[in-house]
C-alpha cells in the first residue's frame, strides 16, 4: 500500500519519484563520476582529490590483506560499473588485478600508480606510499585521470590534489624529524613482510630483514635462522608485526620473544577504525618506530 505521501507525489510528479522512495534513492541521487580504488589506502588519496560529492568505493575491504584477498564475484559489476579504477600493480593485489582488466568497461580508465611512479621489474617492493612523497606521486597522477574522465571538475581536482599534496609534504618532515631523533644505530627493521624498502630509504632505517617477502609466502627454517642470527649479531631494538597477518606475525613474535626483544606494530597495506586515513597510518607508523626504536 502507498503511504499517503507517496500518493501525494504520485499524483504530482509521476511513478518515478514513488520508485526513488521506495528503493531509496541509493544510486539515483549521485550521477556523478564512480571512482573505485582496490585498497583503502589508494580510496583515501584518491577521495582526497574527488571532494566530498564523489563517493569512492575500496574494492577489497578494509582489515583485508590485498595480497591475498579473494575478490567475491559481485566485484566485478562494480568494476563494470566504474568511469575510474585506482590501483597499485607491482604484484599488490595479485591475479584481482587481471580480474579489473577483464571486468571494466572500455570507456573507463585504468591508472596503475605504483606501475607509474616506479616502472621497473617485479622484483620491486610495490608499497611505495609508505613514503609520503611517492604517495603524492600517486596524488599527481589520480587528479590527471579524474581531469581526464571528468574534465568539467579538471581544475577542482587539481586544486585538491595540490592542497592534499602541501599536507604530505608537512607529514614528511615531521616524520622525517621524528625519525631523526632515534640513534642510528638503533634505526633497524625486522618486520613481517618485505613492504618498508621506500620508508627506510626515505627515513635513513636499515632494513635488517623480512619474514617473508610477500604474504602468501612461509619462511623456511634456515631463513628463520638467518634472521634470528641478524636480530642478535646486528642488536636490532624490536619487530614489527602487521595487524592483519597472524599467522606470520605470530611466527615472528615468537622469534621476538626468544631473543627477547619487543614486538610493535606497523600499518601497512589496509586502514581500520583506528587508523582511518593514510595520514594517520603514517602518523601511527612514525611514533610506533619512535617508541619501539628510540633508545
Ligand atoms: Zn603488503
Known sequence: MPSRLQSILAFFVG?????????????KTDDGL?????????ADLAAQVAGPQVKVKSLIPAGADPHTFEVAPSVARVVAEADLIVANGLGLEGSFLGVIEANKSAQAVLVILGQEVAPGGENVDPHLWLDPRLAAEYVKRIAEAMS??????????????AIY???LRQLHDRVRQQIAGIPVERRKLVATHRAFSWMAHAYGIEEVGYL???PEEEPTPAWLAELRHRILSQKVPAVFIEPYLEAEDQ??????????????VLYVDTLDDK??????????????LVGCLGG
Open 15 to 27: 511513478p518515478l519519484v514513488i520508485l526513488c522512495i521506495t528503493s531509496g534513492c541509493v544510486q
Open 275 to 288: 587508523v582511518s586515513s593514510y595520514l594517520k597510518l603514517m602518523e601511527y607508523n612514525a611514533q610506533e
Open 165 to 167: 599534496i602541501e599536507e
Open 251 to 264: 611466527a615472528l613474535s615468537q622469534l621476538a620473544e626468544e631473543v627477547g626483544i619487543k614486538v610493535c
Open 212 to 214: 617473508v617477502t610477500a
Open 34 to 42: 564512480r571512482v573505485v580504488a582496490t585498497t583503502p589506502i589508494l
Open 148 to 161: 581526464l574522465v571528468d574534465p568539467s571538475r579538471a581544475d577542482e581536482y587539481r586544486q585538491r590534489a
